[in-house]
């Protein structure tokens, strides 16, 4: 247990978040959602591929959200203006920005935890060994990671 604005967040949410790419390497997300997910929620599975090729171009927008949070939180945008910026640079509709906003306005820099917390675990993995072609190795630095107390300067 910690509290949840503390340094330890940023390792949680992405541990959490680079857990996908650790269960499902490679195509294999691809295959579970196109074999398994998708006829369950019943969309068409021949649309899988499409849609995590979308997704992940959309994910590479997610620091958008890290400089509308900070310019709104450092007072250098209105509300409207850091909206506005969610739906033109992270491709928001509006409704999902005012969600987003809500978020920012609740939690603040807690948003930086996903994204950031995810590339700082990658890349504390992969610069250890850890790469896809080394499986194992990748597995042990995971565990390592989420067994043994960790600080996000500890992962550089």
């Given at each position: 247990?910690?509290?949840?604005?503390?340094?330890?967040?940023?390792?949680?949410e992405?541990?959490?978040?680079?857990g996908?790419?650790?269960?499902?390497?490679?195509?294999?997300?691809?295959?579970?959602?196109?074999?398994?997910?998708?006829?369950?929620?019943?969309?068409?599975?021949?649309?899988?591929?499409?849609?995590?090729?979308?997704?992940g171009?959309?994910?590479?927008?997610?620091?958008?959200?890290n400089?509308?949070?900070?310019?709104?939180?450092?007072?250098?945008?209105?509300?409207?203006?850091?909206?506005?910026?969610?739906?033109k640079y992270?491709?928001?509709?509006?409704?999902?920005?005012?969600?987003?906003?809500?978020?920012?306005?609740?939690?603040?820099?807690?948003?930086?935890?996903?994204?950031?917390?995810?590339?700082?675990?990658?890349?504390?993995?992969?610069?250890?060994?850890?790469?896809?072609?080394?499986?194992?190795?990748?597995?042990?630095?995971?565990?390592?990671?989420?067994?043994?107390?960790?600080?996000?300067?500890?992962?550089?």
């Amino acid at each position: 247990m910690y509290p949840l604005f503390s340094p330890q967040s940023l390792i949680a949410e992405g541990s959490a978040n680079f857990g996908i790419d650790m269960a499902f390497p490679g195509n294999q997300r691809v295959e579970f959602e196109r074999e398994v997910l998708f006829p369950v929620a019943g969309l068409d599975p021949t649309t899988a591929e499409r849609y995590c090729a979308i997704v992940g171009l959309r994910k590479r927008l997610d620091y958008a959200d890290n400089e509308a949070a900070r310019g709104y939180l450092d007072g250098k945008m209105s509300r409207d203006e850091a909206m506005a910026w969610l739906i033109k640079y992270s491709l928001m509709t509006p409704g999902r920005a005012e969600r987003r906003m809500r978020f920012i306005e609740q939690y603040r820099s807690y948003v930086i935890n996903y994204n950031l917390g995810q590339d700082v675990v990658k890349s504390y993995i992969e610069k250890n060994g850890g790469t896809e072609d080394h499986v194992e190795k990748r597995w042990e630095l995971f565990h390592r990671l989420l067994s043994t107390p960790q600080t996000p300067s500890g992962l550089q």
